[in-house]
């Protein structure tokens, strides 16, 4: 590719990894850029649109709250929208009553019935832990040793074994060491400097990101590696297991699924209650209009979610990344590495990680940067550095 052309760019997928991507290139490059998108609309999994009956703003592929640490990337999203203020608040809905997530010290309080203060909180749960695991061989015994039994069996094993279909004993220890407890009385879900909800939704800021003449977006349109001989690059933002035909096996994902309903008034006075028991079988109820506490709604739209194996027919939301998960999604990249010239991967299908709305962002402009960069050789970038 010579430095001096107008180049023209196929993006596979309108999601944030796709239109950040597109912008940048169109910013920085004399270039032109095709978006195709195999859905009928743009946004990827932010999808939102208003629900015609009550007139709330519906997050259509699950509850997005953006959060982040990278002042970088909360002054780029302030180009293309208005964030509103919301802080995220969850519940845990049990036999036993009804509890704060994340931990702290109004679940110990509520749970255990007591008036407990810091410092007595946490003498209280040191006593309560399994002090006989000194090396957590699986994700209970990381809770265990982190929070007690009471706890663990009343608010995570259940909901963990509904939302990733398999015993807490079966799930590694190494995502994390220990869970987290806050001895204050802080519900705010968030710890990120930054956080809010786009006043319009995210299809919206998508949409403004889009807003471009040297951009297209060709909907219900598949992208395919065909697309390398009309466009001097393909950049791929959709699931490199299918990419490649599953010529290595399916990568292992939960997918999610929602039973939609209307409330006349306020259905549970909060945006998420979780149900951390094996009964119900749902995982939680999403009730929308609380993202948007600017907004006055009469009507409520809620979505109860399920959580299921994912199929070739599924979309895939939650990367499993299980040991023969990663062998196979190492397969897939070192072989794109070492076969492709004119295509890259990027975003979270792509790349196989569960990746926050920031992080996309983020890995898109500096993906960008070094696409562009490479033009001056002959060598591109085929994955984004994945140390994120
Ligand atoms: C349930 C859930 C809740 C989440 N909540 C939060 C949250 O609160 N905060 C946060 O920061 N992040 C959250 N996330 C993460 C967020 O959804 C992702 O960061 C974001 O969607 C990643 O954008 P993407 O463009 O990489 O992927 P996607 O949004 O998945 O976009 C990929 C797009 O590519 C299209 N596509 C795929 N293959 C092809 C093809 N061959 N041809 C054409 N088009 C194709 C798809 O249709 C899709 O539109 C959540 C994720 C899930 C699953």
Redesign the pocket.
């Known amino acids: 590719m010579s430095n001096h052309k107008k180049y023209k760019f196929a993006i596979?997928?309108?999601?944030?990894?796709?239109a950040v991507l597109a912008r940048e290139l169109v910013t920085n490059l004399p270039c032109e850029v095709v978006i195709?998108?195999?859905?009928n609309h743009i946004g990827?999994?932010?999808h939102t649109s208003r629900d015609k009956e009550s007139g709330v703003m519906v997050h259509r592929?699950?509850?997005?709250?953006?959060?982040t640490n990278i002042e970088e990337v909360w002054d780029y999203i302030h180009q293309f929208c208005k964030m509103g203020t919301y802080i995220h608040q969850v519940k845990a809905n049990t036999s036993k009553g009804i509890f704060s997530l994340p931990i702290n010290l109004n679940t110990i309080n509520e749970i255990y019935n007591k008036r407990l203060t810091p410092e007595e909180a946490k003498e209280f749960i040191l006593q309560e832990i399994d002090s006989t695991i000194e090396d957590p061989k699986n994700f209970e015994e990381v809770a265990l040793i982190s929070v007690g039994k009471l706890i663990y069996e009343t608010l995570i094993r259940d909901y963990s074994t509904k939302q990733w279909g398999c015993h807490p004993k079966e799930l590694p220890a190494e995502v994390v060491k220990r869970l987290p407890v806050r001895f204050n009385y802080n519900n705010n879900y968030h710890k990120s400097k930054f956080v809010g909800i786009p006043e319009n939704g995210y299809t919206n800021i998508i949409e403004n990101i889009l807003n471009h003449p040297n951009i297209t977006v060709k909907l219900n349109?598949?992208?395919?590696r065909n697309l390398t001989e009309e466009f001097d690059h393909l950049f791929y933002?959709?699931?490199i297991d299918k990419f490649y035909n599953y010529k290595f096996g399916q990568l292992g994902y939960r997918t999610?699924f929602w039973k939609e309903f209307i409330h006349n008034g306020d259905y549970q006075g909060i945006s998420q209650m979780n149900y951390t028991e094996m009964n119900p079988e749902y995982t939680r109820i999403i009730e929308h209009k609380h993202f948007t506490p600017w907004e006055n709604h009469e009507k409520s739209f809620c979505s109860i979610e399920y959580s299921k194996e994912t199929t070739k027919d599924d979309i895939p939301?939650?990367p499993k990344r299980l040991k023969e998960d990663l062998v196979k999604f190492n397969n897939y990249k070192g072989h794109a590495i070492e076969v492709e010239s004119k295509i890259s991967f990027l975003?979270?299908?792509a790349t196989y990680r569960y990746?926050?709305?920031?992080k996309?962002i983020f890995e898109a402009i500096q993906f960008s940067k070094e696409f562009i960069a490479s033009l001056g050789s002959n060598k591109r970038p085929i994955f984004p550095n994945q140390d994120l």
Not at 355 to 358: F, G, K, V, Y
């Open positions: 596979a997928g309108a999601g944030f990894s796709g195709f998108e195999e859905r990827g999994n932010c592929y699950g509850p997005h709250i953006f959060n349109c598949i992208a395919s933002c959709g699931p999610v939301y939650y975003g979270r299908l990746l926050d709305m920031d996309t």
